[in-house]
């Protein structure tokens, strides 16, 4: 190979880079981020050994499938799924405030869907408070 197509060789190597990165900046993951508003709404459900309880039907009928049963993201969807569910034992996920989780819960983000107008406001909070349980709870 000489030098001038060595040189082609490049130059078509990175029009491909440039043509291709937004299908790799897709792919990566990104951080779902609530906004800082978030964190002041307040759960009107008050935390004890039993309040993971209400919640538990509506995670099993309609986040278990994604999230799994434990909530580990293993749910039998997931493998289809990218992003892939979350965790909901991680760290990243319990680290965030009930707020921020109601509010994910609430505008949703591909494939998520929006719970809004599926769930009631209570019936979210009861599913935050499901999900602070889900580790303490097996
Ligand atoms: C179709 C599959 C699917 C279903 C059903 C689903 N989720 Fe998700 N969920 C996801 C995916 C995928 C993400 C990750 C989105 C991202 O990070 O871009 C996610 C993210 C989340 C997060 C945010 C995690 C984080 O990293 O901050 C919470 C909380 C959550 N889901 C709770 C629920 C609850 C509760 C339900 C049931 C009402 C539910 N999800 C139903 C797929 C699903």
Not at 59 to 88: E, M
Request: charged fraction near 20%.
């Amino acid at each position: 190979m000489n030098k001038r197509t060595l040189m082609v060789a490049a130059i078509i190597l990175g029009a491909c880079l440039l043509f291709f990165q937004p299908i790799f900046a897709n792919a990566l993951p990104e951080d779902w981020v609530a906004p800082a508003s978030a964190d002041s709404l307040q759960s009107p459900i008050k935390s004890n050994s039993d309040s993971w309880m209400p919640g538990e039907a509506i995670y099993k009928t309609a986040c278990g499938v994604c999230h799994g049963v434990s909530g580990f993201g293993d749910g039998i969807a997931a493998v289809a799924l990218n992003p892939r569910p979350a965790d909901l034992t991680s760290k990243v996920v319990q680290d965030q405030s009930d707020g921020a989780l109601f509010w994910k819960l609430t505008t949703g983000k591909t494939p998520m869907a929006s719970y809004k107008d599926v769930y009631t406001d209570q019936q979210r909070w009861e599913l935050v408070e499901y999900i602070r349980n889900l580790e303490k709870k097996d």
